[in-house]
């Protein structure tokens, strides 16, 4: 699809792409990944979420692509497997380890490359301070999720995750376009739910129906 949309508008050929649906939309699958977190907080999903491109740690607080780094190492080398206390226990434990290596001198051990989990953004070991503002990220993050989960609340994941803007640092028009289209039929769509609105599972089952030009 890149490929065509590049040549046809190299040589000024108009296209008009198919629509989609409105779930099946990169900027609005993410938003729904962010509320699908659940009390489960598995951590293959929260790492989607925080490797997305769409993803920005300071949308959240004081955060940055380190802290992003931090969460994944913690997910990997605390063990995580799911619940919120799982990740603040690991944040904790790995922080307070990241202390005694520092008092002591010691040298951190080399990430697994083969591990899934790794992390994208450094290889540096992360500090303790790192590793509490990491479990802070997280659980800034997994309270957005909740409130999420909520229809009235998806439209709040989007404005504090910032996807507005997010999208429009991609660099490409057609993607920016893109996304903010599909941003603003989100909003358009759950501003007439009304109140109380239907079940969350309602909504996305009529959100997927929708299609997006």
Not at 64 to 70: G, I, K, M, P, S
Not at 83 to 105: N, T, W
Not at 145 to 153: F, K, T, V
Request: proline letters at 7%.
């Amino acid at each position: 699809d890149a490929t065509i949309r590049r040549v046809f508008a190299d040589h000024d050929i108009p296209l008009a792409p198919a629509a989609e649906a409105l779930t099946e939309t990169p900027i609005v699958r993410f938003a729904l990944d962010v509320a699908s977190l659940g009390a489960e907080l598995a951590w293959h999903d929260v790492l989607r979420v925080i490797r997305s491109s769409y993803f920005r740690a300071g949308a959240l607080g004081d955060f940055d692509e380190r802290t992003v780094a931090a969460a994944e190492t913690l997910i990997r080398e605390g063990n995580v497997q799911a619940g919120s206390k799982a990740y603040a226990d690991a944040a904790e434990r790995l922080a307070a380890r990241a202390d005694r290596d520092s008092a002591a001198g010691a040298d951190a051990d080399d990430p697994d490359a083969d591990d899934p989990r790794t992390p994208r953004a450094s290889s540096a070991k992360p500090t303790a301070d790192e590793f509490r503002q990491a479990g802070a990220m997280l659980g800034l993050l997994f309270d957005l999720s909740a409130r999420a989960a909520d229809p009235a609340g998806l439209g709040e994941a989007v404005s504090t995750l910032q996807l507005a803007g997010v999208a429009c640092e991609l660099g490409q028009p057609e993607l920016i376009a893109r996304d903010l289209r599909a941003l603003a039929t989100l909003g358009d769509h759950l501003a007439r739910l009304g109140e109380p609105p239907p079940p969350a599972d309602h909504v996305r089952s009529a959100l997927s129906a929708v299609a997006c030009p």
